[in-house]
C-alpha cells in the first residue's frame, strides 16, 4: 500500500496548488486523477494577476504562453462598449501540466470508487493511505 502524509483527489489547479504549498511546509502529498497529464481542457483558462501572485508565478518566468487582456470590447445588439479589466489567457492543456511538474508530488492515474476512514487516517480503495484528505476534483469529486 502506498502511504503518503496526505492523498489529494484531483490534480488540477487546486490539486497541484495545494500539493505545491503542502511540500513548502515538508508534507508528503500524493496526487489522484482519473485522467493522465497533459490533458485536454476545453472551459476556458482565464486568471487574474490575483492568482499568479497567490500561485507566486512571475508572467515573464512563466514557460508557456500568457495573454494579457486590459479591456473588452462588447457588443450588445446595436450597442457597443469597451469594459477595463486586468486578467490573462492561458491553454489549460499546458497550466495544469505545469503546475502538475512544479508540485513535485507523486502522481497516479487512479479513479476513485471506495473511501474508508480509520484510526490512521484514510484509505483509499485499498491502495493508498494517508493521514488527511483533500478534495480538490471540482463538481464530480468523491470526497465530500
Not at 482519473?34 to 497567490?54: H, N, Y
Not at 508572467?59 to 500568457?66: K, M, W
Request: glycine fraction near 10%; proline fraction near 5%.
Amino acid at each position: 500500500m502506498y502511504n503518503a502524509d496526505v492523498i489529494i483527489v484531483g490534480a488540477g489547479p487546486a490539486g497541484s496548488a495545494c500539493a505545491w504549498k503542502l511540500k513548502q511546509y515538508g508534507m508528503r502529498a500524493l496526487l489522484l486523477d482519473k485522467e493522465p497529464f497533459p490533458r485536454l481542457k476545453s472551459c476556458a483558462g482565464w486568471i487574474t494577476p490575483g492568482v499568479l501572485g497567490d500561485l507566486q508565478i512571475n508572467p515573464g518566468n512563466y514557460p508557456h504562453g500568457l495573454t494579457h487582456f486590459s479591456r473588452y470590447l462588447i457588443t450588445i445588439k446595436k450597442m457597443r462598449f469597451r469594459l477595463k479589466t486586468n486578467q490573462y489567457a492561458i491553454r489549460r492543456i499546458e497550466f495544469d501540466s505545469w503546475l502538475l511538474q512544479r508540485s513535485e508530488a507523486e502522481f497516479a492515474v487512479h479513479q476513485v470508487r471506495q473511501i474508508e476512514k480509520n484510526d490512521n487516517g484514510f484509505v483509499i480503495d485499498g491502495r493508498f493511505s494517508a493521514m488527511y484528505l483533500v478534495g480538490a476534483g471540482g463538481t464530480n469529486c468523491p470526497v465530500y
